[in-house]
């Protein structure tokens, strides 16, 4: 009777497996959707989790685009506020989306002695950790993924110290051959995005490292530019090692979860325009490049019917602009249309349903260097990779990816290319050269895909500081929201950070927020540790 009874639960226990406990799987069946959430990827639990997602907003606090309406209140640098999970996404994406999956994935491939799967686990949550504080400050680190209930939060300088313990352990991991590291096998699972390739994923986090030095620059003691410089060489620095995401989206193809987020099959740019101040510098009306047109112009933003490159600001939506001076969307559609086209042959750029979309890219590593040369006092080396920087945009933009919608008269030539990288407006003698010029072509190299970035740039900078002994804005001619167009709940300040996740925190953590002073309508204006001396 007793053996029958055995037998039965043993088959019902086969049949009906726990749902909570953990099924083994192949590692390489985890890392695409782990790269997924990088940018963008979905569940029945939570959609849109990753960076692409709360780049819509963070978007518009650097003023890459606006809404074509009035009153939104990011466009007027407000934070998300009552019920809204606005810019959690980049939380569910490390604390869910990746979460337990990544953490499993490294822990299974060390078990199985395949260590270029551990190294590239450790290299994802590097960069999420970085994404993650730089987007909110103080998060949950030491106490993530335990067994309880309410977790405490640690300081933002705990993070950053994670971050580089966990690159150089990605690094040495990267480097291991031997036992069950197999390039061919790491393709399968990372077959869209470096596929298989350690090297360039050692590149990739030697780029963090840069990263986690070059956003110090306001801390005399911990900003070190020697080892930006040193991280950076070691980094990334031509466009084929481009940490990018890439796309199995094809003709026909009706599956949204395979395609770039900023695509019009996803839907998520509808309502976004370049504003004044990207198409003042593309157009040569910013006063740092005054009466200089920049080759870029049509790759990056939209001409209007008029044939003209016009921007919108913020909170203003049309105000100013004829009918015919409108910028069209990033689909090419009218400025008042919301809705998606059926297909994306006006899109260009990163708004195409199957563009690659980049992450950490060969120019932003070689601005991070001009950026440290300068701060060094060695404007001679700070101006070759300022150009190199500059270079590589223009070779990445005329690549066929990004170059096969661009209109035939308005394509970059060699001879546009030239004169423009020759013009002193754009690139001074060395002992002309300034911060501005640095971070306003840094700025234009990381359009669309790197806002995050860009938001930590601006906020180091404080919007509108000024570099002694030179004229204007670091930021020159950047206007953040003020007066009516400020959100009121700013109590006249600018944004500094997201508010933790409203569906995991303000449910379950309150004390902890209340602690961090989490709860009060203008946390997202409190400064970030990183951005402070």
């Given amino acids: 009777m007793f053996a029958g009874m055995a037998s039965c639960d043993k ?8 749902p909570n406990a953990f099924t083994r799987v192949p590692v390489e069946t985890l890392l695409p959707g782990i790269i997924a959430a990088m940018t963008g990827s979905s569940s ?23 809404t074509n309406g009035t009153g939104n209140q990011f466009d007027q640098m407000g934070g998300a506020t009552g019920g809204s999970d606005i810019l959690g996404a980049v939380w569910g994406s490390h604390y869910y989306a990746q979460g337990q999956n990544l953490n499993r994935m490294i822990e ?10 551990v190294g590239v686990g450790l290299t994802i949550r590097a960069w999420s950790w970085l994404t993650l504080t730089n987007m909110h400050g103080e998060v949950i680190l030491n106490e993530a993924w335990a067994d309880q209930r309410v977790f405490k939060y640690d300081e933002q300088q705990e993070v950053y110290k994670e971050v580089r313990r966990l690159c150089h352990e990605a690094i040495d991991y990267l480097s291991k051959t031997g036992d069950n590291v197999s390039q061919a096998n790491l393709a399968k699972g990372d077959a869209y995005f470096y596929n298989g390739d350690v090297n360039k994923w050692k ?13 110090l620059t306001n801390k005399p003691t911990e900003y070190k530019p020697d080892s930006v410089i040193h991280y950076a060489n070691l980094g990334i620095n031509a466009n084929a090692d481009n940490a990018t995401q890439k796309f199995q989206f094809g003709t026909g193809t009706t599956n949204s979860g395979t395609a770039n987020f900023f695509g019009p099959i996803r839907g998520n740019a509808n309502a976004l325009r370049q504003t004044t101040f990207i198409t003042n510098l593309l157009t040569g009306a910013n006063s740092r490049f005054s009466g200089v047109p920049d080759p870029r112009v049509a790759y990056l933003i939209r001409e209007n019917t008029n044939g003209t490159y016009k921007g919108v600001r913020p909170n203003k939506g049309a105000d100013g602009l004829t009918t015919n001076d409108q910028p069209r969307n990033f689909w090419g559609q009218s400025f008042a249309t919301t809705t998606a086209p059926a297909l994306d042959t006006g899109a260009r750029y990163i708004f195409k349903n199957a563009s690659p979309l980049p992450i950490l890219t060969a120019s932003e590593v070689q601005f991070m260097k001009a950026e440290a040369y300068y701060r060094k006092g060695d404007k001679a080396s700070a101006r070759t990779a300022y150009i190199n920087g500059i270079n590589l945009n223009f070779d990445l933009l005329q690549s066929q990816e990004y170059e096969q919608s661009v209109p035939a008269n308005r394509r970059i030539t060699a001879t546009s290319r030239a004169a423009y990288l020759s013009n002193p407006i754009v690139v001074p003698v060395a002992q002309d050269l300034t911060l501005s010029h640095i971070m306003l072509q840094k700025y234009i190299a990381l359009y669309v895909y790197a806002a995050i970035e860009t938001w930590v740039d601006m906020r180091r900078y404080h919007y509108t500081d000024v570099e002694t002994g030179v004229p204007g804005q670091v930021y020159a001619d950047f206007a953040p929201p003020a ?41 997202h204006t409190k400064r970030q540790w990183f951005s402070e001396p």
């Fill in 483 to 523: 007066g009516n167009d400020l959100y009121v709940d700013n109590l006249g300040k600018l944004v500094y950070r997201a508010r933790p996740r409203y569906n995991s925190e303000y449910l379950y953590n309150v004390v902890e927020l209340n602690r961090l002073g989490a709860l009060a309508l203008d946390y």
């Fill in 108 to 117: 299974w491939a060390a078990e199985e002695k395949r260590w270029d799967y």
């Fill in 44 to 66: 029945a639990q939570g959609s849109g989790f990753g960076s692409a997602n709360d780049a819509l907003y963070v978007g518009r606090y650097v003023q890459f685009w606006a």
């Fill in 203 to 215: 590149k990739f986090a030697y780029s963090i490292l840069a990263r986690s030095f070059n956003h």
């Fill in 11 to 18: 088959k019902i226990e086969e049949a009906y497996q726990n």
